[in-house]
């Protein structure tokens, strides 16, 4: 009990926890997977043109946005492929792997003369192009990795060093405030953003943004604001053994991150109308961004224009003057713009329909872009069942799809898009009040995983995903955008293709 009050855990939320590993969790009933004609929205480029335009008049009247990014994620999965090199029996990279692909191409990497001089303090002079021929391939993958080098292996994502051009050299958080610069700077030049950072890596974090915000705020003439939170430990959730009972180390209970859900905390703390949400490392460098600025105006204004049409709906319903017919306006705008339908909608008439409508209309708003899939179909958009009979668009993973039936299997052999994550979110009520983002969570859409910790099994539990069931309650509209604005750094060989090398 002790150890709950230091977490701010409460022994009801911890005995939820443990019955939910018990019952696990339903899959989600699916209607259909989402494409264009079937809650993806395909604009036109007039329609883009102008929700462009609402963009730039929301900026210009005053209104407010800042950028929500998750930085708190280490690098270290970047690396694996170079882990199981040093840890390996082999003193050379087997020929076409990863490792030996990043060899033959260190010098295009934007981190080369960073390596190289750390390389030289710690090899006697000896610097990447030194040592590989010298055949000492596993003390450059060291070098980059390893504490002894760059370390970064132990960084959070965000602070390694992905674009170069000239003598300038980018971080993903870096590149994130100059993209701010370009699509999020208020009327008074200020920029909003915020991160979510990991404990360890917060003082990190604070010494680049000390040396990198001057520097951008000169180059591009704005004011740059960062704040950052770090992931609540109430937001922890508990380990269990295979059976269930509470995994204990050294008599003391195990508590692991919720994951990238726990975050709608952190979200519902920021003061800020409008907040685009997006993952540190999809980003480019300067001479790529084109098509990432439009398409992030592109949502953002037709965010507004949405939004524009609810608060009007709502006046509307709350002046009581409305017709049959505007209600039933109001149902195609619902179905039409977020694949919105419930057996309400077809039932209900006059008043009751009005109010039906009301409650439907007054919650957060999210526009998400989605991008054609050029994989293999698997977790993405999808519009679902909710519990109380209607449907809604959903952002799925694939562990949510119960895969054993039919058409389900048939539904995402279908599907076209995946979620890029890149989301513009608006955050308050038509009167400006801030929504309570944790009410509109579907605790019902966690996930259980198996871990491990020192060699012991143990499972862990995810709270519903931030973009996932985080936002199952929102008001949500699926618009497409271009495979050229997803460029995701998974693996450091990511950092060799044309997108990140600054390449026409």
């Known amino acids: 009990m002790a150890q709950l009050g230091q977490r701010g855990v409460s022994e009801e939320t911890l005995m939820t926890q443990v019955e939910r590993f018990k019952t696990g969790f339903p899959y989600l009933k699916i209607y259909d997977s989402a494409r264009p004609g079937e809650g993806i929205t395909v604009l036109t480029p007039q329609e883009e043109a102008e929700a462009v335009a609402r963009w730039d008049k929301y900026l210009a009247d005053g209104g407010d946005v800042c950028k ?190 919720g994951g990238h859900g726990a975050l709608i905390q952190n979200l519902n703390e920021l003061d800020s109308t409008v907040v685009f949400i997006k993952n540190i490392d999809n980003v480019v460098p300067d001479n790529r961004r084109e098509s990432t600025l439009l398409y992030k105006k592109v949502i953002a204004g037709y965010l507004i224009e949405l939004h524009d049409k609810v608060t009007a709906f709502i006046d509307l319903i709350d002046s009581r003057q409305y017709s049959e017919a505007e209600l039933e306006g109001i149902v195609a705008f619902m179905r039409e713009c977020f694949s919105f339908d419930s057996p309400e909608l077809s039932t209900l008439k006059g008043e009751d329909l009005a109010t039906y409508l009301r409650v439907k209309l007054d919650r957060p708003m999210r526009v998400c872009g989605m991008v054609r899939n050029e994989g293999e179909p698997g977790g993405g958009p999808y519009v679902t069942y909710n519990a109380d009979g209607s449907r809604s668009l959903q952002i799925l993973e694939s562990t949510q799809i119960d895969l054993s039936k039919t058409e389900n299997r048939e539904m995402m052999a279908k599907a076209t898009h995946f979620n890029p994550v890149d989301l513009v979110c608006y955050v308050k009520d038509h009167e400006g009040r801030k929504y309570d983002l944790p009410a509109y969570v579907d605790a019902e859409t966690g996930f259980i995983s198996s871990k491990s910790l020192h060699g012991r099994s143990l499972k862990a539990l995810e709270l519903p995903g931030l973009w996932n069931g985080a936002m199952s309650d929102w008001l949500t509209a699926f618009v497409e955008v271009p495979i050229s604005t997803f460029n995701p750094v998974k693996t450091v060989n990511d950092l060799l293709r044309p997108q990140h090398q600054g390449l026409t």
């Open 68 to 257: 929500f990014v998750p930085a708190s994620g280490a690098a270290s999965r970047m690396f694996k492929s170079l882990f199981s090199f040093v840890d390996g029996d082999k003193d050379t990279a087997p020929e076409g792997s990863d490792v030996d692909n990043l060899l033959r191409n260190i010098h295009d990497v934007a981190f080369f003369g960073q390596l190289d001089e750390q390389l030289r303090k710690t090899h006697s002079g000896k610097g990447v192009d030194e040592l590989l021929a010298e055949g000492a391939q596993k003390e450059v993958v060291k070098g980059i990795i390893g504490p002894e080098g760059l370390d970064y292996g132990n960084l959070p994502k965000g602070l390694l060093t992905f674009h170069k051009s000239g003598d300038d050299t980018r971080t993903p958080v870096e590149e994130q405030l100059v993209e701010g610069a370009q699509s999020a700077r208020q009327a008074d030049g200020s920029v909003n953003m915020h991160l979510t950072v990991s404990p360890s890596h917060r003082e990190a974090f604070a010494r680049k943004l000390a040396e990198a915000v001057p520097a951008i705020e000169a180059r591009m003439g704005v004011k740059i604001f960062v704040s950052m939170s770090e992931q609540k430990a109430s937001t922890d959730t508990v380990a269990v053994n295979e059976d269930n009972s509470l995994f204990r180390e050294d008599g003391r209970l195990v508590f692991r991150p």
